[in-house]
């Protein structure tokens, strides 16, 4: 045998004198190997095999430094029990206890199948570690036996026991039955009521959590601080501001010490609900900013969009791991910030922080609202080579990706090779035809769903809505609106009666509209009101979407859009006093129009232009550029419309204005620039594309031989040989 230098047994242990000295030769055992070693001596010895020696072993076996990493010394230590004739029940427990605590809670149950077949009695002191390990297991069906077994055993009512089976019901998800044994119980203390609280808040129940603290209170019995923080979590989850505010009144005046966990939990809570200025006051004061407090903090500050806060924390974090990283580029993804979300990706691969699922899904999204197609390539590519290209939401957030950058042959190709498909799946592949203008091919793919046995839900009606009402189908979009109802049984939300209403607006069919928005059983909303105003702007319908906008403006009366749509109205009628009446009401109430801007990759740099935008270091060239396109265009018959702009200006002005539109400046960046990927040019614009501009775009792409894909507020543009995708319908 090979002797190692820990375990030095040269002195044999073979005489009965020797038996007194082999407790600190099994002390000194580091490893399961010098257990073993010393079971062999033994074994070989004539030494009686006490069970007294056995279970020295069995312990040693248990309390080995590497028994919390590795599960085989529990293992042996349970064969090693199997060789006890009739083992004491309190040795039994000792063991049960080792094990529930240890890495693999199995034993415990394998320990109580062997004690059950050998039918050696457990006591009350066997159930609370044989339940912990049932818990850890979420193994209901053990659990259920347990809890039969220690009734028929007459435990029932051992509060011990009571207490471990409401914490194991709660973690195999029956908090009812755990209820129903909390509710029996004659005796609870501190702890039970902890585990039942906590049963709540992991369960997501998070009104009972504050219903049962109340509960507790009023029996007399006081909260500790474990009990302070679950209930400060479920105030945070449930949005609970004033319950939460409370709870921290209470800390602070019955004297409790705020230590790091409470601290924690009450930052937690008032991120959760969005009280950042309460979060940061009792953030400011922590000693010590930890990771998971910090990180609480500024996806509290992401989430109500305000990212510079949440920068500023996140600048400030020495060690970032994933989540911290992860909330703020989905901060940066939902605060229209994308290529914020997108340069911090860059950073985070550089730190070689591994992304998960949840930051893949705010890249691709952050990346979709950008429309940078070069970027969205190499995000998918990146995707497949870490292995998340199998998976379902990737795929289906890749098809909107492509969808939104302009290329929908990639779209189609994701959705094709997907391996699985849902119907999300489908309803962003149709939602993809429909914002591409190609209403046909959004109408078939539905019925391919509807051969496929593909239940359509009402996500999938609104692409099918939007895609008839951005193409005038009229007919098709009223049968869709009517089989939903009555063939697939989906009662419409407002989304599809604003599709509706969308439909006839764009149709002018007007006053259609405004019959369907009085008849639908909800009341309008800002949006619905808004299609109406908008449709009346487009078709110089000056009562009706005057109408409209001050419905609007009694539902939401800081609504910028309304009243800039309200000036455009009157601006358009010449109405010049009506529109200094709503301008001055808007520079009262603070409001602006949103404006313009444009973005165009080249080269894998975004490049962003806002309306007679000079920041650009090739300013010069681009204006040159616009110059000689307009001179071309001006052969072929092109003269600058003005109709779109609604300001009170002279004629030579508006012109001018006209053609510094941001798509037009963006355009002549991409066609001086060597485009070295493709010889389509994309553009994104974050408002809906002028008049002029839809012209001038369909000219030069005639004019240039090029492509153009352009992507406006609500859906996109393909200008090539002279004609728009859109037919002119947008
Ligand atoms: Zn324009
Ligand atoms: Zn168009």
Redo the contacts with the bound molecule.
Sequence with gaps: MAMSTSVSMSTCICSRKMVGSEKGLLESCKTLRHVKQVHAQILRSKVEQSNSLLLKLILCCCTLPSSSSSPSALHYALSLFTHIPNPDTRFSNQLFRHFSRGPSPESTLRLYRLLRRNGTLLDRFSFPPLLKAVSKLSALNMGLEVHGLASKLGFHDDPFIETALIAMYAACGRIMDARLVFDKMSHRDVVTWNIMIDGYSQSGHYDHVLRLYEEMKGSGMEPDSIILCTVLSACGHAGNLSYGKAIHEFIKDNGFRVDSHLQTALVNMYANCGAMYLAREVYDKLPSKHLVVSTAMLSGYAKIGLVEDARFIFDQIVDKDLVCWSAMISGYAESDQPQEALRLFNEMQRQRIVPDQITMLSVISACAHVGALVKARWIHSYADKNGFGRALPINNALIDMYAKCGNLARAREVFENMPRKNVISWSSMINAFAIHGDADSAIALFHRMKVQNIEPNGVTFIGLLYACSHAGLVDEGQKFFSSMINEHDISPQREHYGCMVDLYCRAKLLRKALELIETMPFPPNVIIWGSLMSACQNHGEVELGEFAAKRLLELEPDHDGALVVLSNIYAKEKRWDDVGLVRKLMRQKGVSKEKACSRIEVNKEVHVFMMADRYHEQSDEIYKKLDAIVSQLKLVGYTPSTS?ILVDLEEEEKKEI?LW?S??LALCYGLISERKESSCIRIVKNLR??????S?MKLVSTVYQIEIVMRDRTRFHHFKGGICSCRDYW
Excluded: A
């Design positions: 779109g006209v539109h798509e037009k594309i002028c008049e002029d501009c839809h001038f």
